[in-house]
């Protein structure tokens, strides 16, 4: 029998939580988010992933997929898509810039047209009724693996039986501003691109600098999805549907901003 609980109904620090943060530029890797990055190989009940299957270590190379899934494979179901996206206005938000809510509508994109459009979105402008509530904040602590610049947090359904963990709702943190500087829109994209992963269902970090989901905003690491982000999206949804690309059909949902 499966046995099914509620990761945030127990303990938060069940939850899914990561923090994107800033660090100087030199120092050695050192993972220091809570994520079990272990050696398990527990099956799961999804006829594509392969874990560590004799023949099966050139995909490692490919994606990470494995690296972040010690704890489980994380994923929204397939009738959430289109997933509802609520951006909450920041205008009253020390340090936002008017053209934050469309780096993110793009970060959204570039994921959705990374699985293949098997994710969709569309924007809603009812919190309540949202499955991704985003919010810009002035708030970036600073902790001891360096500033803080996004957060976000997945609420899941974590079946024990199966190691999978079924998302039904995500809330994002996006820093507007370091505590001592202004982020260029550069850093901006990366933080939204690395927190729009998480809400999608990566629930770790890559090893690699050079990758968005590697836990630190780094200068090596360029301002779009590598091929490993785009290789690990498609393979967490690899038995989804396509669906249309509802990113290219979308109207106007705002006045446009510049930039
Ligand atoms: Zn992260």
Redesign the pocket.
């Known amino acids: 029998m499966s046995r099914i609980h509620f990761l945030l109904t127990e303990l938060s620090a069940l939850s899914l939580l990561?923090?994107?943060t800033f660090t100087a530029p030199a120092g050695v890797f050192a993972q220091s988010?809570s994520y079990g990055y272990g050696q398990s190989t527990r099956g799961l009940d999804h006829p594509t992933y392969g874990y560590g299957q004799p023949g099966e270590s050139a995909a490692t190379d490919l994606d990470y997929l494995d690296d972040i899934s010690a704890d489980g494979i994380f994923n929204w179901p397939v009738e959430k898509f289109p997933l509802k996206v609520y951006i909450e206005r920041g205008d009253n938000v020390p340090g936002y810039r008017p053209n934050y809510p469309n780096i993110l509508r793009a970060a959204f994109d570039e994921w959705a047209r990374a699985s293949r459009n098997r994710l969709s979105w569309v924007e809603v402008g009812n919190r309540a009724a949202a499955d991704v509530v985003c919010q810009f904040t002035a708030q970036a602590p600073e902790r001891d693996e360096g500033t803080e610049a996004?957060r976000?947090k997945t609420y899941t359904r974590f079946d024990t039986a199966t190691n999978h963990g079924t998302i039904y709702k995500a809330t994002v943190g996006l820093a507007t501003r370091l505590p001592d500087r202004e982020m260029s829109d550069e850093e901006i994209t990366k933080t939204f691109l690395?927190?729009v992963?998480?809400a999608f269902g990566l629930a770790?970090?890559s090893p690699r600098r050079t990758d968005i989901?590697f836990?630190r905003v780094s200068p090596s690491m360029p301002p779009r999805l590598s091929q490993h982000d785009r290789a690990t999206i498609l393979r967490l949804y690899d038995g989804y549907q396509q669906a249309q690309p509802v990113a290219a059909q979308r109207g106007p949902v705002a006045a446009p901003d510049r930039g």
């Open positions: 990561c923090a994107l988010w996004g976000t690395h927190e992963g998480h770790g970090h989901m836990a």
